[in-house]
């Protein structure tokens, strides 16, 4: 039986790995846990910018999903030397998203709103702001299934890429053969992983992805997924690995007599796969979800139109609403950038 003793997770450290469930996890398994980003966030400059035509006060609302949107929206407005005026408006993928904003702007006297975490939830929040001329900051590698939601809810909106996900070199310093487990939570880890290490065979070592797209990323570039995460049980990475372990160990570590919750089946081939695969399951049922709280939403906005001349009359009103909001907001960041150059 293969023991498990050495991990790597290709994430930064815990501000307090003492106190992490990591910490928990390697003590519990006599683990030793090494955290190593195998990616890094690069921003794209002005002059890249400026090619796609974008201009920052043409939009209305914000669409943050990360702290790195956050951090180079405000970095190419300063750059651009551009006043966010204080009218826009914030939508945030979660609470600490949200609370991050505080780095930029006084956050009390922000419109800023946020969801719980799911897709749904700030589809929703979205869906009742129709009249917004939405940004999405991005990076230019984006995978993300907002797009397509916010399509399907007909908002208008632009993507706004950015920066960058490249990988970083880490051959010199991480032997990756010193390791039985590897845990990637991003597709562009995966390509790191082929980048640093080319002639590299999974054979024993042990794979984690989280989400459909890494562990499509993994199975893509030839090697194979062990813990697809999360499952019905386990939220986080951390969990997901410690119930596997716990049920490795008394499966004698015999992969094949694992439970199928750790197992990763492809969309493809899931309508192949048992009935018995609650992970699979589980990740139909948020899709669904989502569906659902598109088409609510979607329908929400349409129960008003009864003709095709009424839509058309609506539609007409929803861009003049946005005209008008557009206008206001360079109105007031024009204002604030000549009391700047009168100082």
């Not at 009218?87 to 991050?100: G, I, N, P, R």
């Not at 797209?213 to 939220?235: D, K, L, Q, R």
């Amino acid at each position: 039986m293969l023991k498990i003793k050495n991990v790597l997770v290709s994430q930064p450290a815990p501000a307090d790995y003492e106190k992490s469930p990591y910490k928990q996890l390697a003590s519990k398994f006599g683990l030793k846990i090494v955290f190593r980003k195998f990616i890094k966030v690069e921003g794209i400059t002005a002059t890249e910018f400026r090619k796609n035509k974008i201009n920052l006060l043409d939009y209305t609302a914000i669409i943050f999903t990360s702290r790195n949107a956050v951090d180079h929206f405000f970095r190419m407005a300063k750059e651009m030397r551009v006043v966010i005026p204080i009218t826009m408006k914030y939508f945030c993928s979660s609470e600490t998203t949200a609370f991050y904003l505080q780095n930029y702007i006084q956050y009390r006297k922000r419109k800023i709103f946020y969801g719980k975490q799911t897709l749904g939830d700030l589809i929703q929040l979205i869906g009742r702001h129709k009249d917004e001329n939405y940004l999405l900051p991005c990076s230019e590698e984006s995978g993300s299934e907002l797009p397509n939601a916010l399509d399907k809810v007909r908002v208008k909106y632009t993507k706004a890429p950015l920066f960058r996900t490249v990988p970083e070199k880490i051959a010199s310093e991480i032997d990756i053969n010193d390791y039985d487990l590897l845990a990637f939570f991003s597709p562009i880890g995966i390509r790191s992983l082929k980048t640093n290490y080319p002639k590299f065979k999974q054979g024993k070592v042990l794979i984690a992805a989280y989400g459909e797209t890494v562990c499509n990323a993994v199975e893509e570039a030839g090697f194979h997924v062990n813990i697809a995460a999360p499952t019905e049980t386990a939220s986080s990475m951390n969990q997901a690995i410690e119930q596997f372990l716990a049920d490795y160990y008394k499966a004698g570590g015999d992969l094949e007599k694992m439970p199928a919750k750790y197992k990763y089946v492809p969309k493809a081939k899931a309508s192949e796969a048992s009935e018995k695969e609650p992970a699979s399951r589980s990740r139909a049922k948020a899709a669904d979800n989502l569906e659902a709280v598109i088409e609510r939403v979607a329908r929400s906005t349409s129960k008003t139109a009864a003709g095709g001349a009424e839509k058309r009359q609506k539609v007409s009103l929803h861009g003049k609403t946005i005209e008008v909001k557009v206008a206001a907001n360079r109105a007031a960041a024009l204002a604030v950038m000549e009391k700047k150059k009168k100082k």
